[in-house]
């Protein structure tokens, strides 16, 4: 059983590639921190239901059926981790319900959550699936979703890459960067995007009173100043500032090139009170090339 004291990282797993993808990178996580792993397939009979028609009943040997399938995906999970991490603990889960808002009651007491980006039930074409957004959007916890083919183990030198805006999210943002970054062995790469709205448009010249170079000069001081405290906290993470003129989620996006990971705060300055997801972490949840952390305050 799980330890009732430490909070598991719980992956949605549903055995699809990008399922199998987090669960690996869910079990190197959890081998580092020390922490179990739930393994979560939700199973909808609902579904099941509309598809014979509205209000129609699904024959009890279907449904043990569905059951039996879902028990099966649960198993196979169950193989393929302890393959992987044979010293980690792992715990099965299968629920009946729906997908997003099980794993959404299950981050009460978890640690993080980790997804694919798009599991069996996403079309082909989309480039994130229903679940992953949803989650990514409503969760308490820091949910880090595998983009693509993407896993961290695949790039032995790639960086953490951190976003910083100076707003609560980008600073809580950045304590899981550098904690990742500090038990990977990786390096970090603090990353602040800045722009000039009213002249950042297409066709409209800076004139030559604004000193690009000043600006940016500041930029890296504030950034310089967030970074502190946590530079002294983990002496052994190596650390690069990046200051980029452009707008955030160009600049984010093209980072994930050369990132292991890439983590985001759930919203930033420019965002408007009742967004829980700002512009910038839902366009590299969309279309980042390597997994995505995004973290919430508190």
Same mark, same amino acid.
């Given at each position: 059983?799980?330890?009732s004291i430490l909070r598991p990282i719980v992956v949605g797993?549903? *055995?699809s590639p990008p399922a199998c993808r987090a669960l690996a990178w869910a079990l190197e996580e959890a081998r580092l921190r020390?922490?179990?792993v739930r393994l979560v397939h939700v199973y909808e009979p609902a579904m099941h239901s509309l598809a014979l028609g509205y209000g129609a009943m699904v024959p009890s040997a279907v449904l043990d059926g569905i059951h039996d399938k879902a028990r099966e995906v649960v198993e196979q999970g169950l193989v393929e981790a302890r393959a992987l991490a044979p010293d980690v603990e792992v715990e099965g889960h299968l629920v009946a319900g729906t997908a997003a808002s099980?794993?959404?009651g299950l981050s009460d007491d978890?640690?993080?959550l980790v997804l694919g980006s798009r599991g069996l039930g996403g079309f082909r074409g989309?480039?994130?699936?229903s679940v992953s957004h949803q989650v990514g959007v409503h969760a308490k916890v820091p949910v880090v979703v595998l983009r693509g083919d993407s896993a961290m183990p695949a790039m032995p030198? *790639?960086?953490v890459v951190v976003g910083l805006d100076g707003s609560p999210a980008s600073l809580e943002a950045l304590g899981f960067a550098f904690d990742v970054a500090s038990r990977h062995g990786r390096p970090l790469v603090a990353l602040h995007a800045w722009e000039l709205p009213v002249y950042d448009a297409p066709g409209v010249t800076v004139p030559p009173s604004i000193a690009l170079e000043e600006i940016e000069d500041d930029e890296m001081r504030v950034t310089a100043e967030q970074l502190a405290g946590w530079c002294d906290k983990y002496p052994d993470v190596e650390v690069e500032q990046r200051i980029v003129h452009g707008p955030?989620?160009?600049v984010m996006v093209e980072a994930t090139s050369e990132a292991a990971l890439l983590v985001v705060g759930s919203r930033g300055r420019g965002g408007f009170t009742g967004l829980l997801l700002g512009s910038v972490g839902l366009a590299v949840l969309h279309h980042a090339h390597c997994p995505v952390a995004v973290v919430r305050p508190g």
């Open positions: 059983m799980t330890s797993y549903d *055995g020390k922490l179990p099980t794993l959404l978890a640690t993080m989309l480039l994130l699936g030198g *790639g960086p955030a989620e160009r």
